[in-house]
C-alpha cells in the first residue's frame, strides 16, 4: 500500500539559511499535518491543512511557513534556520473520515542545523 | 482538546501481557481513542483506535468502559521488538478539528 513520502530524508544546513521540506500524502487523503521532534521529545504540532486550506496551527515559529498545492502535497518553508530547529519533522495524512482521524506518518526528515 | 495522562515507563518480559491505561477525564461526547506505536527515528505508527466498549485488531486490544474517562491498551504476549513510546490520543475531525496534541507517551522496555 502506498505511504506518505517525505523528501529529503536527511538536509545539514547552517545558521541563517534556508530550507525546504515535502511531503506527499496518501491518494485521496484530504488532511495533511507537519510535526516536530526533537532529541528525545515527543511529537509538537506544527500546522495542519484540509482540502489544501490552512486548519490548524499548533507551535510553528514566525519564521516557519508551510502551504499545501492542488496536488496535495505539501511543503514546509523554514528560513533563518536556528540551532534548535535540529529535529526530525514528520508528516501525516488522513483519509477523509465520519468522525474519527488516523493519522498515517512519513518516515520523516532528519534536519541538522550546524 | 482532551488532555492524557499516561505512565511514563513501563518494562515487561518477553511473552508476558502488556496492559498501557490512558486517562483522559474530559473527554468530549464525539471524541475517538487513539493509540500509536514510536521506534526511534521513525513516524508514529497506528495501532488502534475505538469510541467505547472493546476493539480487537491483529496486534492489540482496547478497552474503554462506559464512562470513556479512561482506555487501556493490551498488548498479547510482547516481544523483544515491542520495545517502543506509546501514545495515546483523544480527538476527532468533529472536536479537535485538525489539531493534534500528542502527551507524554509510555516508553515500553521488553526484556528477554
Known amino acids: 500500500a502506498a505511504g506518505v513520502i517525505q523528501s529529503p530524508r536527511h538536509l545539514i544546513k547552517e545558521k541563517r539559511e534556508t530550507a525546504t521540506l515535502k511531503c506527499y500524502p496518501i491518494?485521496?487523503?484530504?488532511?495533511v499535518y507537519w510535526y516536530q521532534q526533537g532529541p528525545g521529545q515527543d511529537p509538537q504540532f506544527l500546522i495542519s491543512?484540509?482540502?489544501?486550506?490552512?486548519?490548524d496551527k499548533g507551535s510553528i515559529p514566525d519564521r516557519f511557513s508551510a502551504q499545501q498545492f492542488s496536488d496535495y502535497h505539501s511543503e514546509l518553508n523554514m528560513s533563518s534556520l536556528e540551532l534548535g530547529d535540529s529535529a526530525l519533522y514528520f508528516c501525516?495524512?488522513?483519509?477523509?473520515?465520519?468522525?474519527?482521524?488516523?493519522?498515517?506518518f512519513g518516515p520523516g526528515t532528519r534536519l541538522l542545523v550546524l | 482538546l482532551a488532555k492524557t495522562t499516561q505512565p511514563i515507563s513501563m518494562d515487561s518480559y518477553e511473552g508476558q501481557e502488556v496492559n498501557i491505561t490512558c486517562s483522559h477525564n474530559?473527554?468530549?461526547?464525539?471524541?475517538?481513542i487513539t493509540w500509536y506505536q514510536q521506534f526511534p527515528s521513525q513516524g508514529p505508527r497506528f495501532i488502534i483506535q475505538?469510541?467505547?466498549t472493546k476493539v480487537t485488531n491483529e496486534v492489540a486490544s482496547l478497552f474503554i468502559p462506559a464512562d470513556r474517562k479512561s482506555s487501556t491498551l493490551s498488548l498479547p504476549r510482547v516481544s523483544l521488538s515491542d520495545t517502543a513510546v506509546y501514545y495515546c490520543?483523544?480527538?476527532?475531525?468533529?472536536?479537535?478539528?485538525?489539531?493534534?496534541?500528542f502527551g507524554a507517551g509510555t516508553r515500553l522496555f521488553v526484556k528477554a
Open positions: 501525516a495524512s488522513s483519509p477523509p473520515t465520519g468522525g474519527s482521524e488516523t493519522q498515517y
Open positions: 491518494p485521496r487523503h484530504d488532511t
Open positions: 491543512f484540509y482540502e489544501k486550506m490552512q486548519s
Open positions: 474530559n473527554i468530549a461526547t464525539n471524541d475517538y
Open positions: 490520543l483523544v480527538g476527532g475531525r468533529n472536536t479537535g478539528g485538525f489539531k493534534t496534541i
Open positions: 475505538g469510541y467505547k
